[in-house]
């Protein structure tokens, strides 16, 4: 009988490993060693905490949660921590209050926490999803679900990766997950949230787990260096944190492994070692690499890519790294704040700073594009440093390339894209006046002013030029040319800026077609001979169909203001004026009814 009843104890309480009875304690990965046992200790994620200390303290607790994020941000954690809270028992010591209600502030171990912790309490079930994916899985938990828990106050499933369930798996989940008993919580985590049925989603209260930013990360693990008696540079630290992506399980697992490279040494860890084992660039080399092919020089770009494919990068990392200091440069120029961040280095602070100076954004954007795109061509290419070359080649002739602004002010067009006034002509704007955007000079314009005068001199002469009083003889011009839906939008969708021979600038009225300054010019030279400049501004009048219903509503209310008006329609209610005629309109009106009766034959007597 004894040898009966000891069976289950030994199942229950596994005895200890071999190697601990020898006094020989078993490694403990850092991922596990100092993963959170509170939410006190969760980093970079203090929304959610936010909202589950309150919902805690208001006694609001839902029955399902679905925890959401990339790999690595705590998600299995939480689960566990929430575990905790529902079932937190603290028994009255040593002139402590006892704690029997689901509280998160368990500032010590209670009954149940260690149990939970280790992933061995009867009353917290945890499944991997991936593994047990069909629905008699879930008819278990069904049936279990029913009976109340054996030990704690709460009775927990865990359920990882849920989106890996069956569709059928989820219906059967559906009806208990909506009601289920109130002993019983459902705490659900995935990294493929849209993978996860919307039905399990309403039924849920959603968490999104954010990636830990690079800085807060490098803090982190400088704590647990300091812990673990580590000497390591903070170059090197900051190198761990942005190889993790934002994962604290991953730069948790770098830092593993660099104390096991760096332990050889015997001295501080530093980030050359660091360099050579995650395969990446020295920093300071790609800002060398990334001035030298903003500056065009090929051969020296060249060279200094072989040099870090010589001392162990990756070619592709390399231009990851390279497209990392661009967005930064980006950043720096347009939000200079971004400077403050703890998680770049002086030196990138300092360099990226002046090249953010001297850059424009369309040279950064394309030499992003530029790299983005190397990058996909590098990831199926049999022969990564030679197509690595090939894109700093690209790169170095687009940096050579002049901006749009450049171009057109080389080819004779000032700023905004219009004709450089000839010497001594009157200026084309007021002085403070906003410049307008030009939308698309015509192509033979670009050609003509390029081309040498020897070249204009044997052109045939233009036909006699057109001349345009103002808007409205446009408006007309476009009637007579029998150009209807281009006279419709000229009166509902431009709203003018300015107009004079040659030149139009206009606010697109709301609706408007953007295609429509690009048609007009092509109408406008097409109609006059002449090569007119169409541009967008801003702070235009009103359309002509604007100003007309203007007109109309100005006339109705003062017709309705008048007393004899006002007492007709008080005495037929219901009426209403249909139309407002003045005496040019009874003048038009009757010309148009002579005209009418002119065509007519006469009636036979």
């Not at 954004?361 to 030499?367: D, E, G, K, N």
């Not at 033979?444 to 081309?451: F, N």
């Not at 009048?541 to 007709?568: F, H, M, Q």
Request: with cysteine.
């Amino acid at each position: 009988m004894d040898d009966e009843h000891s069976a289950p104890s030994d199942a229950l309480f596994p005895a200890e490993p071999q190697a601990k009875r020898e006094g020989q304690a078993a490694y403990r990965v850092l991922a596990r060693k100092y993963r959170p046992s509170g939410f006190s200790d969760l980093i970079g994620q203090e929304p959610m905490v936010r909202t589950l200390e309150n919902a805690f303290e208001l006694n609001r607790i839902h029955q399902a949660y679905l925890l959401t994020g990339v790999r690595g941000v705590g998600k299995t954690t939480t689960a566990r921590i929430l575990a905790r809270a529902f079932n937190y028992e603290l028994p009255a010591q040593d002139g402590r209050a006892a704690v029997d209600r689901p509280t998160i502030h368990m500032d010590a171990l209670g009954a149940h926490c260690q149990a939970i912790i280790d992933s061995r309490h009867p009353d917290v079930l945890e499944m991997d999803a991936a593994s047990h994916t069909g629905i008699d899985d879930i008819r278990e938990i069904i049936e279990n679900a029913r009976y109340r828990p054996v030990m704690a106050r709460v009775k927990v499933y865990i359920i990882d990766e849920v989106h890996m369930l069956s569709k059928a798996a989820f219906n059967g989940l559906l009806k208990t997950l909506e009601e289920p008993p109130e002993h019983v919580k459902f705490i659900f985590a995935t990294t493929e949230i849209d993978k996860v049925p919307v039905t399990v989603r309403s039924r849920c209260q959603r968490f999104d787990l954010r990636r830990i930013d690079a800085g807060l990360l490098a803090a982190h693990l400088r704590k647990i260096c300091d812990l673990e008696s580590v000497t390591i540079e903070d170059e090197a630290l900051a190198m761990v944190a942005r190889a993790a992506e934002g994962s604290a399980r991953d730069a948790l697992s770098l830092l593993d492994q660099a104390i096991a490279h760096g332990a050889a040494g015997g001295g501080a860890i530093a980030a050359q070692d660091l360099r050579l084992m995650l395969g990446v660039a020295d920093k300071s080399r790609v800002i060398d690499l990334f001035e030298a092919a903003m500056k065009g020089e090929i051969a020296a770009a060249i060279a200094l890519l072989q040099e870090q494919y010589d001392g162990g990068a990756d070619p592709a990392q390399v231009l990851l790294e390279l497209a990392e200091f661009t967005h930064l440069v980006t950043r720096l120029k347009l939000a200079p704040d971004a400077a403050q961040s703890n998680a770049l280095t002086e030196e990138e602070r300092r360099r990226g700073g002046d090249a953010a100076g001297t850059l424009s954004i369309s040279v950064l954007t394309r030499a992003w594009q530029i790299l983005m795109k190397g990058v996909d061509e590098l990831r199926s290419s049999p022969r990564p440093l030679a197509s690595a070359d090939m894109v700093l080649v690209r790169l170095t002739h687009a940096a050579e390339m002049p901006s749009p602004e450049e171009a057109l002010r080389k080819l004779g067009f000032g700023q905004g894209g219009a004709p450089r006034p000839a010497p001594g002509a009157a200026p084309a704007a007021a002085p403070g006046e906003r410049p307008p955007v030009a939308l698309a000079p015509a192509p033979s314009a670009l050609a003509t002013s390029a081309a040498p005068a020897q070249r204009r001199a044997a052109e045939p002469a233009p036909a006699a030029e057109v001349k345009i009083a103002d808007f409205r003889a446009l408006v007309a011009l476009a009637g007579e040319k029998r150009d209807i839906q281009l006279k419709i939008a000229l009166e509902t969708e431009v709203r003018l800026v300015r107009f004079e021979q040659g030149c139009i600038e206009f606010e697109l009225a709301p609706g408007g077609s953007t295609r429509l300054p690009q048609l007009l010019m092509q109408k406008l030279q097409d109609w006059t001979g002449t090569r007119w400049l169409v541009a967008l501004a801003a702070g235009g009048a009103p359309t002509l169909r604007e100003e007309a219903l203007a007109r109309e509503s100005e006339k109705r209310s003062g017709i309705e203001a008048d007393p004899l008006v006002a007492s007709i329609l008080a005495q037929f209610p219901g009426a209403e004026i249909v139309a407002v005629r003045g005496k040019e309109t009874e003048q038009a009106a009757t010309a148009g009814a002579e005209l009418a009766y002119d065509d007519e034959e006469p009636d036979d007597v």
